[in-house]
């Protein structure tokens, strides 16, 4: 069957597993959906529908014309819903996409898929979790990947994380493989297709861009994997739209829970005490949540402690003494200026030694 009569047919409104599954039956092929006329399909369908109109077909054929023509001028693979590595997990789900267009080389299919999602104004906490998350996950399992929808916040984070851990991790996009919102975070999307990833999406090329997409694609953040981590959210928003969307697809949905003032603790706390996530804290408690086995930690080699300076030192006994420092504090009570003080920070930082939180304020890590 050719390609351009499964990307017209995927295209087709409102089009599902189920339905195209329940139409194909009574009428045979793709290709012969829009080579029968409007009376064949009628009757070979038992009905009458709007997508048997003639024109309507000639007008989704048309279009899946010039999507061929950028699929092979951009080296984008389309998966198929029939094809052998279309995701199974998606596939099982009632409302998923019948065509996937791809960029990059990933296992839709790995023995362990984990979707992370989140705020778009994560914190610190926040971060700090994902980042950990990731390499725990990274260093104790075999086979996993990382999903996310490529957003500012805890997505980026999470896509930047695995990167960083070396585990391949699928951006789900919003709109076609055309373009890249939000722009910044384009050169993150390169790395991940270039890294053993994916970029991935339901949309074409000539599809507009529309704030129902960012919605409608949650679905495949929560279809795609066994389970689904929020790390941060308000009482409201699209990390909480896709922690029901995985529970109703039986997904396992976990939380880290926050102090009951922060704003973005709010979404996990809820989810927590309404039981519809697991409360953790770690990539320990996903393992062991999910009944996954850890890999066996290679010999009793053991981490050579870090040599801190002088300077490093009396920053990091400070913090340990004190629970908490601001940047201004410390150059008075340590006595240095703030143009030292600050790129050491920095490096303190990078070394996993302090944590930044808002205002200027360190702590130890």
Known sequence: MSLLHKIAFSSLRGMTPRLAEALLARIGDEEHFFS???????????????????QYRKDILEKAGRELDFIRQN?????????????????????????????????????????IVGTRHATPYGLDFVMN?????????????IVSGLAYGIDIAAHRAAIHAGVPTIAV?????NTIYPA?????????????????????SQDPLHKGNFVARNRIVAGLCDCLVVAESAEKGGALITAGIASGYNRDVMALPGRTSDKFSQGCNKLI????????SSGDDLIRLMGWTAREAEGNQQELPLELTP???????YLRNHGEGSLNRMCVDL???VYRLTPMLVDMEFKGLVLPYPGGKYRPA
């Open 273 to 280: 005490s309404d039981n519809m996530a697991a409360l953790i």
């Open 311 to 317: 300077d490093e030192t009396k920053i990091t006994e």
């Open 75 to 115: 080296s984008i693979k389309p998966v198929y819903i029939t094809d052998k590595d279309f995701p199974a997990r998606l596939a099982d789900c009632d409302d998923a996409p019948v065509m996937l267009y791809t960029l990059g080389d990933c296992n839709l299919n790995a023995s362990k898929i984990i979707s």
């Open 133 to 145: 998350l990731v390499d725990t996950l990274a260093e104790k399992l075999d086979n996993i990947v």
């Open 335 to 337: 006595d240095i200026p």
């Open 173 to 177: 996009l919003a709109h076609g493989l």
């Open 184 to 204: 910044v975070h384009r050169s993150t999307a390169v790395e991940i297709a270039r890294q053993g990833g994916m970029l991935i999406s339901d949309y074409t």
């Open 36 to 54: 029968a006329d409007e009376q064949q399909l009628s009757a070979m369908a038992g009905c009458r529908n709007k997508l048997f109109d003639t």
